[in-house]
């Protein structure tokens, strides 16, 4: 089983800033099938990133994916309010497919 | 408009049964894996595993397979979620998903039902 990590688990920015996010695999992950997942507090999460750096429908061009391997990132060029939330990384291209624990971005 | 929705909050006692579901709607329902994502309170996304609804092709997490049966109706386009004996620690939201493309069962999930809670207590 692949382990994703995420560190650290918490970031703390202010409006505005641009933010990096980690994902770090265990193993390398095939065909770099790897995502990128928001998820608001009561809500069900949300697909920004797929295939470790291609868009979802509708995800504005602030957030871009990049890696490939084992280490992966998630950058978010400039946070605007609604992008404080919980970022999780999902690897998909072997089974099981895993999720990391998340990081949490929250307002300085 | 493409969507997944799930049945209502259930509360349970321990060793009770239960199956919740997942209907989707305004896409080709056979044609896409479905999955489940367990998240317990306070906590991060466990993927449970996935079907196929057109011959119900099913792939298990290994810290799932037994635990939990997955299954499909493709005629009334909905996933299930069952378990045979419920345990307080199973006390927690449970997603379905769509995966991203068509018929690949190595894929993102793109399309988020809105979760089921699931309480289990004596």
């Known amino acids: 089983e692949i382990v994703l990590t995420q560190s650290p688990a918490t970031l703390s920015f202010s409006p505005g800033e641009r933010a990096t996010l980690s994902c770090g695999a265990s193993q390398s992950v095939s065909r770099n099938y790897l995502a990128w997942y928001q998820q608001k507090p009561g809500l069900a999460p949300r697909l920004l990133i797929y295939d470790a750096s291609s868009r979802a429908t509708g995800i504005p061009d602030r957030f871009s994916g990049s890696g490939s391997g084992t280490d992966f990132t998630l950058t978010i060029s400039r946070l605007e309010p609604e992008d404080f939330a919980v970022y999780y990384c999902q690897q998909y291209g072997s089974s099981p497919r895993t999720f990391g624990q998340g990081t949490k971005v929250e307002i300085k | 408009e493409v969507q997944l929705v799930q049945s209502g909050a259930e509360v349970k006692k321990p060793g009770e049964s239960l199956k919740i579901s997942c209907k989707g709607s305004?896409?080709?329902?056979?044609?896409?894996?479905i999955g489940w994502v367990r998240q317990m309170p306070g906590k991060g996304l466990e993927w449970m595993g996935i079907i196929y609804p057109d011959d119900s092709d099913t792939r298990y997490s290994p810290s799932f397979q037994g635990q939990v049966t997955i299954s499909a109706d493709k005629s009334i386009s909905t996933a299930y979620l069952q378990w045979s004996s419920l345990k307080a620690s199973d006390t927690a939201m449970y997603y379905c998903?769509?995966?991203?493309?068509?018929?690949?069962?190595?894929?993102?999930?793109?399309?988020w039902g809105q979760g089921t809670m699931v309480t289990v207590s004596s």
């Open positions: 305004g896409y080709s329902f056979t044609n896409y894996w």
């Open positions: 998903a769509r995966h991203h493309d068509y018929s690949t069962s190595f894929d993102a999930f793109d399309i």
